[in-house]
């Protein structure tokens, strides 16, 4: 956990923890996320900060989640079933306090190319396990909600399942704590199962894919433009790693749904 009086520098932006507050300088898209956030207080969900103003200095002020992130390798909590089952019954809870949110006429997404229409719901966009926060071997929520973006329920659950299960390579898998290979089969029905409702596993590979598509289109198109943080992900290689992990999914969809 970032300690009191500390800094930390993350994709989008600066961050200092000042008591039980997280500070940070707002950007255009401050105001859907602040809507977002205060819809989901309103709505008695607790695993996301909450939004309490902005300082002297004009840093939006958001409450802190106590706990430390999900980074590698992974404590026992995110490795083990239990872990899973939290992130699932996550996912369900914040759709169903989403559900009646609608973004303000004048919003600005984070990302450029991002487009609202009726019958989507707003998602995190960001659903990797160093946003998440654990005390101990509870989940407490997840940070980091700039990249929030129009999508689908489906969306949310085929992110956490890309970087929970995780439906990565082996490599991948060996530096979050599996140097034998994560159980994958298990892990992601596991997951999906705790989510519940009718979005099946299929359904759940068949939206990664779209969204790996999606995103390594992304990067080369914001990237190519010089726009942050694409720029440096296009530079680090990101796009060809989400092609690569493409590729592991298509090998190994018959693994995950058990055939």
């Not at 939006?60 to 490795?79: D, F, Q």
């Not at 989507?120 to 926060?133: A, E, K, P």
Request: hydrophobic letters at 40%; one cysteine or more.
């Amino acid at each position: 956990m970032i300690e009191d009086g500390e800094t930390d520098q993350g994709t989008v932006t600066t961050v200092q923890r000042v008591g039980d507050t997280i500070r940070r300088p707002p950007g255009r898209w401050t105001p859907l996320v602040h809507a977002l956030l205060a819809h989901l207080e309103a709505a008695g969900f607790h695993g996301a900060p909450r939004v309490l103003g902005f300082d002297e200095d004009g840093r939006e002020v958001l409450s802190l989640l106590h706990g430390e992130p999900g980074m590698n390798p992974w404590g026992p909590a995110l490795k083990g079933a239990g872990g899973l089952r939290q992130l699932g019954r996550w996912a369900r809870d914040y759709h169903e306090a989403v559900r009646g949110f609608r973004p303000p006429r004048d919003t600005e997404w984070f990302a450029p190319d991002a487009r609202w229409r009726p019958g989507l719901i707003v998602r995190h966009g960001d659903l990797g396990m160093w946003n998440s926060i654990w005390s101990g071997d509870r989940l407490a929520g997840f940070i980091d909600w700039d990249f929030a973006e129009p999508g689908e329920p489906v969306d949310d659950l085929a992110q956490l399942a890309w970087y929970a299960v995780p439906l990565r390579d082996a490599g991948v898998q060996a530096r979050c704590g599996f140097p034998d290979g994560a159980p994958v089969h298990e892990r992601f029905l596991g997951l999906c199962e705790a989510y519940g409702g009718d979005i099946g596993p299929d359904l759940v590979l068949a939206a990664l894919d779209r969204m790996q598509v999606r995103e390594a289109a992304r990067i080369r198109e914001q990237g190519g433009h010089g726009r942050a943080p694409w720029d440096l992900m296009l530079r680090r290689g990101d796009a060809e790693e989400i092609d690569a992990e493409r590729q592991w999914l298509a090998r190994n969809k018959a693994v995950l749904l058990g055939g």
